[in-house]
């Protein structure tokens, strides 16, 4: 793709919380810049390195080495400042300083939020590319680091299961998912989870109980429950399975929060080639004049999707919970 000459000079930046193949997005980003003689900017630190003007021109060296790398080599940060016009103004000056002419943002909801509030304040052409474990992004069927993570929990539920058998112990394993419920129920299905607790569904106490009842009847030698952190079925994990200890006294019950280790690791070969479609989309997109937008991938295809509709929280695939209930028998 030739440059219309309208962009000569971009910034990337990453926000929110960190999801592996982050890197390899900015990878991809620095890389196609360069290939359309696009000069290249990192911003470090997310928003606030916009207002406290923290960037560094890159080139295509400058990246090599962080395809397989977790995390974000720009890291990431709160930036309560961002959330004023006076602080957005601050950022927006910053950029015009670096002669700067379109920003790639790479994160969740709380960062497209941001940039579409720049791009509205002060007409600044941006593009976002989702980048956070939880999938909960409108617009494309998978964000970046969502694969990645879904293997880490099949691959520590896995293991907990073999202490779950040797046992005959019952399992509370509580996944990441603060609105959503896309990594547990994945997991879940993957995993053979008994129950799947997330907080699209209100499943109840009693029909908990009833499902443990019954495996327990019919000789189930383990069982696991995944809970998304969201779910509201207890005030956290730990309520939730000191109650059902109580009621269901024949269980030896433990519980396994997962935590941040979801975040981190080596990006998935599908987290590594959907990053670098999804940078190679940003920066052309930028390029034919388009702002205000999130690439996304639908039925393995690059969709566009604005900025403002991808906030909106992606819905819960009902077949799946179908799915795990029938599987759960």
Known sequence: MKNNNTIRTLGVLTSGGDAPGMNAAIRSVVRTSAYNNIKCFSIYKGYDGLINDTMSEVNARSVKDIINKGGTILQSARCDEFRSAKGREEAYNNLKK???????????????????LLEKEHNFPVIGIPG?????IFG?????????????????I???????TSHNRLFFVEVMGRNSGHIALN???????????????????????????????????????VVAEGDTIGKNVFELAK????KSPNYEIRVSVLGHIQRGGSPSCFDRVLASRMGVSAVEALIEGKSNLMTGILNNKIHLTSLTEAITQNKINENLIRVSNILAT
């Open 98 to 116: 670096r002669n700067i002419d379109g920003l790639i943002v790479i994160g969740g909801d709380g960062t497209f939020t941001g940039a579409t």
């Open 132 to 136: 956070t474990i939880d999938n909960d």
């Open 140 to 156: 494309t069927d998978y964000t970046i680091g969502y694969d990645t993570a879904l293997n880490t929990v099949v691959d520590a």
């Open 158 to 164: 896995d293991k907990i299961r073999d202490t779950s």
């Open 187 to 225: 997991s879940g299905i993957a995993v053979g989870a008994v129950e799947i607790l997330i907080p699209e569904e209100k499943l109840g106490l009693d029909k908990l109980l009833k499902t443990l009842e019954r495996n327990k009847k019919t000789g189930k030698s383990s069982n696991i429950v």
């Open 243 to 246: 109650y059902v200890e109580k």
